[in-house]
Nanobody, 120 residues
Framework: QVHLVESGGGLVQPGGSLRLSCAASGNIFNINVMGWYRQAPGKQRELVALIRSSGDTTYEDSVKGRFTISKSNTKNTVDLQMNSLKTEDTAVYYC??????????????WGQGTRVTVSS
């Protein structure tokens, strides 16, 4: 079992910046991928960014060059630095962790979500 705690959401103006943080605890040994997803009202949840145990990253096209995902293996945290925010970035952002053993997915865990509102 993995518990994810998110922080950093809030209200910012277009063009502003915000940093989200996700702290993982519990049975974290088998976590191989962590990431951020978001869901706007009336829309499906979508991938924002992923970071793998190797350090490789994946970004949704609309956030490339603006968002940066990073992790601390010692502190078991994953951050999402969001710059040049746009109104269309407004959504509830969810932290996610994927667990694997011998290449087999054995668990997926989600945080409670943190709301990001970009508005003037």
């Amino acid at each position: 079992q993995v518990h994810l705690v998110e922080s950093g959401g809030g209200l910012v103006q277009p063009g502003g910046s915000l940093r989200l943080s996700c702290a993982a605890s519990g049975n974290i040994f088998n976590i191989n991928v962590m990431g951020w997803y978001r869901q706007a009202p009336g829309k499906q949840r979508e991938l924002v960014a992923l970071i793998r145990s190797s350090g490789d990253t994946t970004y949704e096209d609309s956030v490339k060059g603006r968002f940066t995902i990073s992790k601390s293996n010692t502190k078991n945290t994953v951050d999402l630095q969001m710059n040049s925010l746009k109104t269309e970035d407004t959504a509830v952002y969810y932290c996610h962790a994927s667990l694997a053993n011998d290449g087999l997915n054995i668990g997926n865990y989600w945080g409670q979500g943190t709301r990001v509102t970009v508005s003037s």
